[in-house]
């Protein structure tokens, strides 16, 4: 009997990627496993740096043993080989095994695509030699993962491959590299999108229901535009997705209070201390106003069911009307108004451990 994951309001992405060779097996027929063991063997060699990359291990990855050559283009070998050679693309990807500034793995990273000829051929390749790190960067799972904001293809990949293994480790039992995330993430896509409609839907919710997976998405959302911009799209969203709407105000909330302090007590306070720490000449109205905002959104101040706050939408599902998620946009652009001139002074924004605990 095949297996299926049974979904939860939590995603697992270790349990999709514990489904990858069914996947596998309904989208091509067969599962590749000898082949996978074989390329793994191969590469493994040039990770451990027994020796250097050459043309033949690239062309190895087009066996009829594997998946890959029903989707990427082979490539010639006579103009592989001049190539790489001429980019010395087997000794900038032995450099960049050790190499772990932002800046100098995106310049690896773009020498290496340009030997190569187009970053899908050297994705494909870094996926074998460095399945940690990197990936095969699918466009369907980019787009899922909201990699929007890189202003080149080169930081486009690293952007989506350094995504993959926070997935990785914030949405998975057991923690996965960038292949095996990508992996899983295919997995769930296919079972997602495919069959039938009961079961789709079911596998839509446990992704896009998932409190984690919400306030990533919109802190990403958030993030790609400018600091006017992410605030417009949070009212964007008011009609069509109220909850999304909230909870980028929510996370522009938290970025604007923890910029407004300073970086010691960014990671370790919750948000409820740290309006606490506010000076008052910080604080539109009142703390308690602040509280609220976080605490219990707006709901008790329109009449509605009570405690309706960020915790109860994101971790609890529940789901806010338009007119209570209009007050909370409108109540963060109140915040972030007031304190316009003070962000202004500190553009830094908190990095992704100080929101995602």
């Not at 091509?28 to 451990?48: D, L, P």
């Not at 930081?155 to 989506?160: K, P, T």
């Not at 409820?272 to 609220?292: E, F, N």
């Amino acid at each position: 009997m095949k297996r299926t994951p049974t979904p939860e309001t939590n995603l697992d992405l270790c349990q999709y990627y514990g489904l990858f060779q069914d996947a596998l097996l309904e989208r091509y027929g067969q599962t590749f496993s000898a082949g996978f063991a074989s390329i793994e063997a191969r590469f493994k060699e040039v990770r451990t740096r027994e020796r250097l990359l050459g043309a033949d291990d690239v062309l190895a990855i087009f066996s009829d043993e594997l998946p890959f050559v029903r989707d990427w283009t082979k490539p010639e070998r006579q103009r592989l080989e001049e190539r790489m050679n001429e980019f010395r693309v087997a000794a900038e990807i032995r450099r960049l095994r050790d190499t772990k500034d932002r800046s100098e793995v995106i310049k690896l990273i773009s020498q290496i695509r340009y030997g190569f000829g187009d970053l899908s051929l050297a994705a494909l390749v870094l996926h074998h030699v460095y399945p940690e790190r990197f990936a095969m960067c699918g466009p369907h799972l980019a787009s899922l993962l909201y990699i929007v904001n890189a202003r080149t293809v080169p930081e486009f990949y690293f952007e989506y491959c350094e995504e993959l293994e926070l997935w990785g480790r914030k949405r998975s039992s057991r923690e996965l590299g960038a292949v095996k995330a990508e992996f899983a993430l295919w997995t769930w896509y296919r079972l997602a999108h495919y069959g039938r409609n009961e079961v789709k839907r079911k596998h839509r919710n446990n992704f896009f229901k998932d409190p984690w997976v919400q306030e990533r998405r919109a802190a990403r959302v958030a993030n790609a535009l400018p600091e006017l911009g992410r605030l417009d799209i949070a009212r964007s969203y008011v009609g069509v997705d109220p909850n999304l709407a909230a909870i980028i105000a929510w996370v522009e909330f938290e970025w604007a209070l923890r910029r407004l302090l300073s970086a010691e007590q960014m990671r370790e306070i919750g948000v409820p201390d740290l309006i606490d720490k506010l000076p008052m000449t910080a604080v539109p109205g009142s703390r308690d106003d602040l509280k609220q905002l976080w605490l219990r959104g707006r709901g008790a101040l329109v009449g509605s069911r009570g405690k309706r706050g960020r915790n109860e939408v994101i971790h609890q599902g529940l789901a806010l009307e338009k007119d209570e998620a209009r007050l909370i946009v409108d109540d963060v652009v109140e915040f972030v108004d007031f304190n316009s001139e003070d962000l202004r002074k500190k553009e830094q924004r908190p990095p992704d451990g100080a929101v995602f605990r």
